[in-house]
């Protein structure tokens, strides 16, 4: 099921399950269909931003209660245990900023820092600070797509289905790409 028919179908609850994993192309896609009208830019950002601070915190906590034995259970999460712990260790607190903006890296990140010896409070507001900031960019990024489409090109019902597609096919390539990139360094080890 593509991004657009969950929404159709879903509407906010697809926008929270999407941002409760990974979320930019659902998120995205909801800013476009915002701007159409079919959906609220305000509840669209504020949904968008419960749901990616319910899922850091959910794996967050599995970071703190499971610890190391959770990456032992799932050996792609362990492969990037070293990238997020140097990223971490470098900058510190505010990393948990930077990992929002990192696709694919967010859920690593969230248990890393869980199984780090950060305070729970501490981890808490920077973690609503950049939600907040990811939530807002993202959905307004798609947002104000739509309205350069409808600029550029005028009202038509059949610019929205190509304006929807471009977004899914450049969602779908993002997401084939790093699937590929992480299958590469698969079969490199």
Excluded: N
């Excluded at 399950?17 to 669209?44: H, K, P």
């Excluded at 729970?120 to 104000?144: D, H, N, P, Q, R």
């Excluded at 038509?156 to 471009?166: D, P």
Aim: aromatic share 16%.
């Amino acid at each position: 099921m593509t991004p657009e028919l969950l929404l159709q179908k879903w509407g906010y609850l697809a926008v929270f399950i999407g941002t409760f994993l990974e979320g930019e192309t659902i998120l995205v896609i909801a800013g476009f269909m915002a701007e159409r009208g079919y959906m609220q830019i305000v509840i669209v950002a504020i949904v968008a931003f419960a749901g990616a601070f319910t899922g850091h915190v959910f794996w967050f906590w599995l970071g703190r209660s499971k610890g190391v034995k959770l990456l032992d259970r799932f050996p792609r999460m362990k492969k990037h245990f070293g990238k997020g712990i140097r990223m971490f260790e470098r900058y510190g607190a505010p990393a948990i900023f930077i990992t929002q903006w990192l696709y694919g890296l967010r859920i690593t990140c969230a248990v890393i820092i869980g199984i780090s010896r950060i305070s729970t409070i501490k981890f808490l507001i920077y973690e609503a600070i950049s939600c907040i900031v990811w939530a807002a960019a993202i959905s307004c990024a798609g947002y104000f797509f739509g309205q350069v489409v409808e600029k550029v090109l005028g009202k038509a019902a059949h610019i929205e289905k190509w304006g929807l597609l471009v977004l899914i096919v450049v969602g779908v390539s993002i997401w084939g790409y790093h699937q590929w990139k992480e299958r590469r360094e698969r079969s490199e080890d």
